[in-house]
């Protein structure tokens, strides 16, 4: 059972243009997101994260919004750049559950071109 | 300051050989992961330790083992390795402390199992 979603295996979008980026979880224990950047041959990177009890968070060009009753966050590049192509990798974690808080379950990430 | 390193970066078997990943960092990070990732399946968690002496079995423990002799260095011990373990396996720490701090990944390493 896939517990987090990231239904779109690919995006394309034009250099300058927003970015949005989903994910769908069905767990409703996690309390923080956290989505990771991947470019090829290289590990993934830290990005942005948010907790449960915000419904936003902003770090420069990114943005990740939270909905809990839908379950749904969703990451925003604006402008985007061909620099943010890569793959998108969304996770989720438990942060006051014992040996679960340990971990993070991620989605199976979206690839993201910037086509200047 | 070289964060998590892993090595080798490639590796290929053939089914039945055994080899060890070892993964370091240099953070004094409490937590350890080790990851697989396959096509169109993203990251899934194979073991993880909590701190030095310590492991516990991921998503997909199966075929591998792990040990954490000392607190910078994460092994992960494939002992007859199958077609199946074809893969890049990632490795990851993170502080203690705080559940919200991320994992930071090394950069990966390409095995393939003839």
């Known amino acids: 059972d896939q517990q987090v979603k990231q239904n779109s295996p690919s995006l394309s979008v034009q250099e300058g243009r927003i970015s949005i980026l989903n994910c769908d979880y069905t767990?409703?224990?996690?309390?923080?997101f956290l989505w990771y950047k991947k470019y090829p041959a290289e590990g993934p990177t830290f990005l942005i994260s948010?907790?449960?009890?915000?419904d936003k968070n902003e770090d420069g060009r990114f943005t990740v919004f939270l909905n809990k009753s839908a379950k749904h966050l969703s990451l925003h590049i604006v402008p985007s750049q061909p620099g943010d192509s890569a793959v998108y990798f969304c996770?989720?974690?438990?942060?006051?559950?014992?040996?679960?808080?340990?971990?993070?379950?991620f989605g199976k990430g979206t690839k993201l071109s910037v086509i200047p | 300051n070289a964060g998590v390193t892993q090595t080798p970066k490639f590796r290929v078997l053939k089914t039945g050989q055994s080899m060890t990943l070892l993964c370091a960092q240099d953070?004094?990070?409490?937590?350890m992961y080790w990851y697989r990732q396959d096509p169109g399946m993203g990251l899934r968690l194979i073991h993880y330790?909590?701190?030095?002496?310590?492991?516990a079995k991921g998503e997909v423990p199966d075929g591998y083992n792990v040990s954490r002799l000392k607190k910078q260095n994460f092994l992960l011990g494939l002992e007859s390795a199958a077609p199946s373990q074809t893969s890049v396996y990632f490795c990851?720490?993170?502080?203690?402390?705080?559940?919200?701090?991320?994992?930071?990944f090394g950069p990966g390493t390409r095995l393939t199992v003839l």
């Open positions: 990851a720490s993170r502080l203690s402390g705080s559940s919200y701090n991320e994992q930071f």
């Open positions: 767990n409703s224990m996690f309390d923080y």
């Open positions: 948010i907790s449960s009890i915000k």
């Open positions: 996770a989720a974690g438990r942060a006051y559950s014992g040996a679960g808080s340990y971990q993070l379950t």
């Open positions: 953070m004094n990070h409490e937590y």
């Open positions: 330790s909590v701190g030095e002496g310590t492991t």
